[in-house]
């Protein structure tokens, strides 16, 4: 099965730049979107298509993905940022959709 | 405003069953397929299933296959997931989420409902 790996943590200072990665086989030539959760919320879809953010989502967000690694950037990292990130993409196998989560990252912002 | 309201969730005993239901609203339910995602306490995010527009085609994740049914009903904008013997490693919280029209991104979630399942 597929499957999409990312760093159990991620620590940064208030203004600098976090870097969140995702990794899978070939995972470049997949569509992957990247979510927000904070305590005791729902998901919030931040990142969708590798790069386009939804409407309400703060231009410091920023998506890439090439080769086998999605990267989900915050440029002037706030303190409202702090929260548990996952990534995400739909995988179909013998005709079958499989949509596979990495197992999240929990950014800190310090 | 688009919205999803999940209801059903509670206590279950191992080896029980449970029916969950969404309500959609401020959206038409009908353009888009839909899916169901849980989290077990303190864990991360797992798909659970996914299901089209006109529920001809349902997919269901390889942990649950076998004992997980999708549904919908675009009249009544609502999705249901069904789910038999249960084990405690199914205790989570049950998300529904929109599935968007940008290749299979969940775009819209509601708030959750929790399964517990224990003896």
């Known amino acids: 099965s597929y499957e999409l790996t990312q760093p159990p943590s991620v620590s940064v200072s208030p203004g600098q730049t976090a870097s969140i990665t995702c990794s899978g086989d070939?995972?470049?030539?997949?569509?992957v979107s990247w979510y927000q959760q904070k305590p005791g919320q729902s998901p919030l879809l931040v990142i969708y298509?590798?790069?386009k953010r939804p409407s309400g989502i703060p231009e410091r967000f920023s998506g890439s993905n090439s080769g086998n690694t999605a990267t989900l950037t915050i440029s002037g990292t706030q303190p409202v940022d702090e929260a548990d990130y996952y990534c995400q993409a739909c995988v179909w196998d013998t005709g079958a959709a499989n949509v596979v989560f990495g197992g999240g990252t929990k950014l800190t912002v310090l | 405003e688009a919205q999803l309201v999940e209801s059903g969730g509670g206590l279950v005993l191992p080896g029980g069953s449970l029916r969950l239901s969404c309500a959609a609203s401020?959206?038409?339910?009908?353009?888009?397929?839909m899916s169901w995602v849980r989290q077990a306490p303190g864990k991360g995010l797992e798909w659970v299933a996914i299901?089209?527009?006109?529920?001809?085609?349902?997919f269901c994740v390889d942990s649950v296959k076998g004992r997980c049914t999708i549904s919908r009903d675009n009249a009544k904008n609502s999705l249901s997931l069904q789910m038999s013997s249960l084990s405690t490693e199914d205790t989570a919280v049950y998300y529904c989420?929109?599935?968007?029209?940008?290749?299979?991104?969940?775009?819209?979630w509601g708030q959750g409902t929790l399964v517990s399942v224990s003896s």
């Open positions: 070939r995972l470049g030539d997949r569509s």
């Open positions: 989420a929109r599935v968007g029209f940008n290749d299979y991104d969940l775009d819209l």
């Open positions: 401020g959206f038409t339910l009908s353009r888009h397929w």
């Open positions: 298509q590798h790069t």
């Open positions: 299901i089209n527009q006109d529920a001809s085609a349902k």
